[in-house]
C-alpha cells in the first residue's frame, strides 16, 4: 500500500511552467490592463470625503479627533524625554541613496553557508535590484548589468561562464525607505534596544522583528547607527523566530558607498566555457 | 510578504516592472494549481491568463489584507470552479459519462514528465472535484484549511473530510494503477 506521505511528496513535486508564448500574452495583456485602468477617474473616494464632511456628527467627530491628535503629542512631550531613535528617521536619511554594499554569510540553494561582497544599485522604480555584483569567497561572481540587460554567473570551480539575457538575478525588495516604512506596519513584533556596537563603540539601535504570514514568515535584526541613523548591520532569519542559523547576516552594510569603477562589467575570463541561454 | 506588500504597494502606482515582476513570482505556482485543478494545460494556462488580467485591472485600488499568493490562488480556484461547472453542464448536455476522466494532455509532454506525476496527474483527474481542491490547495498550494474552508464556503472539518477522501482516493487509485 503506498503511504499518503508519498502521495503528498508527490503532490509537493507537481510543476508546471509557463510557455514562453504564454508569458509574451499574459504580460502583453496585463501591462495594457494597467495602462487602461489609469484612465478610470477615482471618483469614489471624493464622494465618501464630501459625505462625510456634509454629516454635522461627522464633522464634530473630526473636530474632535483633531483637538485629540494635537493634545496627546503634547501631553506625551511634558512628561518623557524625545526617543534617541525612530524609523521616521531611517526612512527620511535613507532616500536619496542609491547604492548599496554589504558583505557577510548568507546560504545556497543546499544549505551551506559561504562569505559574499556585494554591490547593487536599485532599479529605476525602486522594486529591487538591477546593477548588481556578488561574489563568493570560493570565487563564483554573478555580475548584472542592467544597462545591457544582461546577467553573467561565473562558476570558476566548474569553469563556466553562464551569459544570460536579462536581470535573472536581483534582490528584492530593495531594503530603502519604502521597505523599512512597510516593515514597520507589517511586523506584528517590533523591539527596540539602545546599546553600543561591539566592534566600534559607536550609539546603535537593535530592532528586533518579526513578520509572520502563513507559508511566509521572515525575523530580522536591523542595527542602526544613531548618528547617521542608517542601518550598518543586519540579520534575516526565513522564520519568525529567530532560530536557526540566519539567512543573511550581513556584517557589514554601507548605503551610498563609492562603488569601484566598472564593477558591474563581467569580462569573461580566458578558457571558460560559455553558456548563453 | 513584504516583498509582495512592496510590490503591490508599486502596482498601485502603476508600476509595470511591480505587475510583471509578480506575474514571474507566482506564474508557475498558480499554472501548477490550475492544471492540477482542471487537468488541462490550455484551460489551466486561460485561467492564470484571466487572473493576472484582472488582477492588473484592479491594480490601483487593490489592497492586500492577507497574503498575495493567497489571494491568487484563490482566485484560480474559482475561477477553475466556474469551468468545472461549464463543462458539466456541457457533459450533461452531450449526455457524456464523466466530465473528469479526458485523456486531454498531449502525449508528448506526458512522455517528458516523470512517469509517477502522470500517473498522479490521471488520479487526480478521477479525484472529484471538491476533494481534488482541497488536496492540491493544502499540500501544493500551502493554504490552510480555514482559508480553503472559507473559499469553498463550508466548515473546516467538511474541508477535513475532503481533504482526507481526496487522499484516500488518490492512493487508492494510485495503488490499483500500481498492481496491474
Known sequence: ???????KHLIQNLSDKTSVQMDQRVRQDMLQALAESEKT??????????????????KLAAAAMIAIAIALPLAILNYTTAPAWAIEQTIEAIEGFHAI?????????????FEFEYWARPRKDGTASGDLRME????????????????????PGKNIVSVESGITFYSSPWINGEYFRTMKEDCTEWHEEYRKDELTGRDCVFVKASDRDPGNNWSYIFQFDLETKLPIRMKVWNNSDFKGKPYVTANKVVYNSVLPEGIFDFMIPEGVQIIKQ | MLEDKLLVLKC??????????????YKDYLLTLAKGFLGEQSEAEDIVHDVFVAFARSARQFRLTGSLKGYLATCVS??????????????????????FVAGSSNPEQHAAEAEELTRLRQALRQTPYEQREAVLLHIRGGMRFREIAKLQGVSIST?????????????SLLNSEVKK
Open chain 2, 159 to 171: 474541508v477535513h473530510g475532503r481533504y482526507r477522501y481526496g487522499l484516500d482516493k488518490l492512493r
Open chain 1, 101 to 113: 554594499y554589504c558583505s557577510g554569510v548568507t546560504v545556497d540553494e543546499n544549505g551551506n553557508e
Open chain 1, 136 to 155: 563568493a569567497k570560493g570565487g563564483q561572481v554573478i555580475v548584472v548589468n542592467e544597462r545591457q540587460s544582461i546577467t553573467y554567473k561565473y562558476d
Open chain 2, 12 to 25: 498601485r502606482h502603476g508600476s509595470k516592472d511591480a505587475v510583471c515582476r509578480i506575474y514571474e513570482k
Open chain 2, 78 to 99: 474559482n475561477l477553475a470552479r466556474d469551468r468545472i461547472r461549464a463543462r458539466m453542464r456541457q457533459a450533461e448536455a452531450l449526455d457524456s459519462t464523466s466530465p
Open chain 1, 41 to 58: 477617474p477615482a471618483l469614489m473616494r471624493l464622494k465618501i470625503r464630501r459625505t462625510v464632511i456634509k454629516s454635522p456628527i461627522a
Open chain 1, 1 to 7: 500500500m503506498r503511504p499518503a506521505e508519498n502521495i
